[in-house]
């Protein structure tokens, strides 16, 4: 279907165009949370498209459609959420079709809620920017030797907290924990004083592997359902005193927040580019064909309470060092196994201008050089009430598919 022609007005900068067609949870007031896909302004309502026939020979099982989550349509199979997108695209371009005449099939988004789109039973947290990593590594290490020994032969993760991962929309309260304050011997317990978004975006597995079953980059594609925009906060002064030897925990487990629509990998394939050389040469397990980054321009924009926002980073998917197949390949070469609603997020998307550094520890360098928002007000680190916004989309030949925004404001620490 390389010609689609909709008969819904949809603007040409709408990230959710006839080419995208995302999967999210959505609610009306006084209703339950299902299954619905972005168009436009709307969201297609599916237990209601269903019922008007539109599924017709699809043999879905209405009870899956109807789900506060997207597990049970994952664990059917890529297959039969890809044919639903066909339908859809097909439904749309026919003006007699059940998704324009029949009642309720058709919600206005300003109308709907979101949730979170799938139950998200495992998360890791990559580390696959190398930009992100050398600016890290200039800081905190040695600027003549950034990136430790490891980091150009594996891709760097980390085993998250699924259960404090949240949709766009929800507020989060400032962390607090142990910190070691400049000059002092002694820790402290205190409110985080340098809360930190991370711009990245992570994938979603959308099919199971049994232990002890590695998954090739090869096979890689076939696990992924799709896409979100990923903030995983950070609050720099605590990880910093608790990372070593184990690595990060409250200063990371606190929130991690996401996009409400799931863009399926099949969407972006229009999109794909090469990737960085990597040099010297990966091992075998980690070596693929053809091109698998994606060109997604990312920004992210801070909004203080009641003022306007201001844009401070803009960088782009493409940049990756680490792909998502060699991520996966990683991931279980040793034999772990992936569960449906599984959730890996890339790490920090860093550009290679200052510009685009994908934290405020690298746009204020650590705090030493403030950034200077719209209203005037100055920013290292996120502040009580700011907004942090995160927005990503691909664009090419006349094709548009975007994730919407992410927005997350922050509340002071729990009293």
């Known amino acids: 279907m390389s010609e689609l022609n909709p008969w819904l007005n949809i603007a040409p900068d709408s990230d959710f165009s006839i080419h995208n067609l995302p999967f999210g949870i959505f609610s009306l007031?006084?209703?339950?949370?299902?299954?619905?896909?972005?168009?436009?302004?709307?969201?297609?309502?599916?237990?209601?498209?269903?019922?008007?026939?539109?599924?017709?020979?699809?043999?879905?099982?209405?009870?899956?459609?109807?789900?506060?989550q997207l597990n049970d349509l994952m664990l059917l199979g890529k297959t039969l959420s890809l044919q639903i997108r066909h339908r859809l695209q097909q439904q749309l371009c026919d003006a007699t079709s059940a998704l324009k005449v029949a009642a309720g099939v058709l919600v206005s988004r300003n109308a709907a809620n979101m949730h979170m789109p799938v139950q998200v039973g495992d998360y890791t947290d990559f580390y696959s920017s190398i930009e992100h990593a050398?600016?890290?590594?200039?800081?905190?290490?040695?600027?003549?030797?950034?990136?430790?020994?490891?980091?150009?032969?594996?891709?760097?993760?980390?085993?998250?907290?699924?259960?404090?991962?949240?949709?766009?929309?929800e507020p989060i309260r400032r962390p607090k924990g142990q910190t070691l304050p400049k000059g002092q011997s002694?820790?402290?317990?205190?409110?985080?004083?340098?809360?930190?978004?991370?711009?990245?975006?992570?994938f979603i597995i959308g099919k199971e592997s049994k232990l002890g079953q590695p998954i090739s980059t090869q096979e890689a594609n076939e696990y992924i359902f799709g896409m979100v925009l990923f903030n995983d906060w950070s609050a720099r002064d605590i990880q910093k005193w608790e990372y070593v030897p184990l690595g990060p925990f409250l200063g990371k487990n606190f929130a991690s927040s996401i996009s409400p629509w799931v863009v399926m990998l099949e969407a972006l394939e229009p999109f794909k580019v090469?990737?960085?050389?990597?040099?010297?040469?990966?091992?075998p397990y980690l070596e693929y064909q053809g091109d698998s980054n994606y060109d997604i321009d990312l920004e992210v924009g801070i909004?203080?309470?009641?003022?306007?926002?201001?844009?401070?980073?803009?960088?782009?998917?493409?940049?990756?060092?680490?792909?998502?197949?060699?991520?996966?390949?990683?991931?279980t070469v040793n034999?772990?196994?992936?569960?449906?609603?599984?959730?890996?997020?890339?790490?920090?998307?860093?550009?290679?201008?200052?510009?685009?550094?994908?934290?405020?520890?690298?746009?204020?360098?650590?705090?030493?050089?403030?950034?200077?928002?719209?209203?005037?007000?100055?920013?290292?680190?996120?502040?009580?009430?700011?907004?942090?916004?995160?927005?990503?989309?691909?664009?090419?030949?006349?094709?548009?598919?975007?994730?919407?925004?992410?927005?997350?404001?922050?509340?002071?620490?729990?009293?």
């Open 29 to 68: 007031p006084n209703q339950r949370p299902r299954v619905g896909v972005a168009i436009g302004e709307f969201i297609i309502d599916l237990p209601a498209a269903s019922q008007a026939g539109v599924f017709a020979g699809l043999n879905i099982p209405p009870v899956v459609l109807e789900q506060p």
């Open 134 to 169: 050398t600016n890290v590594g200039k800081m905190f290490r040695d600027p003549e030797n950034a990136l430790l020994p490891n980091w150009k032969h594996i891709p760097v993760g980390y085993h998250g907290r699924a259960s404090s991962i949240i949709p766009s929309g």
């Open 186 to 202: 002694k820790p402290v317990f205190q409110a985080s004083q340098r809360l930190d978004f991370e711009l990245e975006m992570a």
């Open 274 to 283: 090469a990737g960085p050389i990597q040099d010297p040469p990966v091992l």
């Open 303 to 331: 909004a203080p309470e009641g003022k306007e926002e201001t844009l401070v980073s803009k960088s782009n998917f493409k940049y990756m060092y680490w792909n998502m197949q060699q991520q996966l390949a990683h991931h």
């Open 335 to 415: 034999g772990c196994n992936v569960r449906v609603g599984d959730m890996l997020a890339s790490g920090t998307i860093s550009g290679h201008t200052p510009d685009s550094y994908g934290s405020m520890l690298e746009l204020s360098w650590s705090g030493s050089k403030p950034l200077t928002l719209a209203d005037g007000s100055a920013r290292s680190f996120i502040e009580n009430g700011d907004t942090v916004k995160m927005r990503g989309f691909s664009q090419r030949a006349g094709k548009r598919v975007g994730f919407g925004e992410l927005s997350t404001k922050v509340l002071p620490s729990h009293p």
